[in-house]
């Protein structure tokens, strides 16, 4: 938008481009786009570093800009061409354009706002599970809540301080063998199960 500000031909205001003074539109112009770098910056970062509140700039920034160009659209669609001064291609062209740019933002935004939900809920996630994983007296919290969730992949380190007691090895055959009490003699059959062979 900055470089078709800079270059188009259709807009004559004066101002910066031709290398007068600065107008109200240059300043609107440089403070949208300031603004709207720094909100991607703080995008990329917050989605590198894993940190929802730096993605909410962009999100506002982007509401912002398809609320502008919805009210544009509507305002094409109102006045057509005679009060705009557009011919038919022009017309038809202007609606275009700002239809896709509006379509994709919003497709941007939902995509953008459902990965803030996401790492909102596995910061949650992450952090009920450390709870979870603190020990209590002494105890592992494997043996004080069995219904725990499993640990977070993303950090297992939680899970090494505390292990679960060891369990008793179970005994040598032959001391399992002599563990078993005595027989008593040949051990008798039901009569239900003794068929009646004739």
Do not use: H
């Not at 910066?16 to 003074?21: C, E, K, M, Q, Y």
């Not at 709207?36 to 970062?45: D, E, R």
């Amino acid at each position: 938008m900055f470089a078709w500000y800079l270059t188009s031909s259709s807009i004559d205001t004066g101002g910066i481009r031709d290398g007068l003074a600065v107008t109200s539109l240059d300043i609107c112009f440089f403070s949208i786009c300031f603004v709207q770098i720094l909100a991607n910056i703080l995008l990329v970062v917050g989605s590198l570093k894993r940190i929802p509140s730096y993605i909410i700039p962009w999100l506002c920034t982007n509401a912002v800009f398809m609320m502008i160009t919805m009210i544009f659209i509507g305002y094409t669609i109102l006045f057509g061409t005679s009060k705009l001064l557009l011919n038919y291609n022009e017309y038809v062209t202007s609606l275009i354009i700002m239809g896709i740019i509006t379509a994709i933002n919003l497709f941007c935004w939902i995509v953008i706002f459902t990965f803030r939900q996401n790492l909102i809920m596995e910061a949650q996630r992450s952090s009920s599970v450390n709870f979870e994983l603190q020990p209590v007296n002494g105890q592992c919290p494997a043996v004080l809540m069995p219904n725990a969730p499993p640990p977070s992949y993303y950090e297992p380190e939680g899970s090494k301080e505390c292990k679960p007691p060891l369990e008793d090895a179970p005994p040598e055959y032959e001391v399992a063998v002599a563990m078993l009490p005595p027989e008593k003699g040949p051990v008798q059959r039901k009569n239900s199960l003794n068929y009646n062979r004739t």
